[in-house]
């Protein structure tokens, strides 16, 4: 029997890793904490829970701030700086997943799933055209990209349901739901695959859509697939 995907550790205490160390706690609205003493940490502004009273909060510009903002992109994020812990939640259940990411490294994100990362890691984003078209009745649709830029770092995702993990050897492949895939490595390739079903009763049909993903590399899966608007 090939290997199942393996489902992502759900609570973390004390990693360290990129200059910060963290905590994953919580069963059905996981917490993240951070200590953000030795390194800032950036996030969606609507996602904080707590913090200390040393905390300062900042805006962090992205790259391409004309290119996102003609795309409905966000321009700025927040950025939080130490010393000391501050902690995110989102306002539904999931699952908080860490990625580490060595310098170099490349992690490539469904968009709107984004949490955190350090301000080691560099956040561009790309537009996957026609995609979007089966899926969403649209043109297209945006994944997310975090890179080890400056060093090691950490992006911290939130998938709903539970997250698991499919290591693909190089050319093995595996079929999701197109609402079911949370991240997946650059060296991974994603292709759309459509098969048309017909009963030939009153000549009802429908089209069956999956995502093909091809290794070598690691893809993430999540347990309660979402399909989300466009930006467009």
């Given amino acids: ?5 393996e489902l992502m550790p759900t609570e973390v205490s004390d990693e360290t890793f990129g200059g910060v160390t963290y905590h994953v ?6 917490v993240l904490s951070v200590d953000v003493t030795n390194m800032p940490v950036y996030f969606e502004h609507h996602i904080l829970l707590w913090k200390n009273t040393t905390i300062t909060i900042g805006l962090k510009s992205l790259k391409g701030a004309l290119k996102r903002m003609i795309a409905g992109m966000q321009v700025f994020v927040t950025e939080a700086s130490g010393p000391g812990v501050i902690a995110f939640s989102r306002d539904g259940p999931g ?12 992690i490539q994100v469904r968009e709107h799933q984004f949490l955190a990362a350090t301000a080691s890691v560099d956040y561009t984003f790309e537009r996957v055209r026609g995609l979007g078209t089966m ?13 080890g830029e400056t060093g090691d770092g950490i992006v911290w995702l939130h998938g709903y349901g539970n997250v698991f993990e499919k290591m693909l050897a190089p050319g093995e492949t595996i079929d999701i739901e197109p609402g079911g895939w949370l991240f ?14 017909s009963s030939g009763f009153f000549g009802a049909n429908m089209n069956f859509v999956v995502n093909r993903f091809t290794g070598p590399g690691r893809v993430g899966i ?7 608007p466009s930006e467009e």
Avoid at 1 to 5: E, F, G, K, R
Avoid at 135 to 147: C, E, H, N
Avoid at 222 to 228: A, I, V
């Fill in 1 to 5: 029997m090939p290997s199942l995907p």
């Fill in 25 to 30: 706690a919580g069963e059905l609205v996981p």
């Fill in 95 to 106: 699952h908080i997943v860490p990625i580490h990411l060595r310098r170099g490294e490349e």
């Fill in 135 to 147: 899926l969403f009745g649209q043109s297209g649709f945006f994944i997310d990209r975090f890179r």
């Fill in 184 to 197: 997946k490595d650059a060296s991974v390739r994603m292709d759309t695959r459509i098969d048309r079903l």
């Fill in 222 to 228: 999540q347990s309660m697939y979402l399909h989300m």
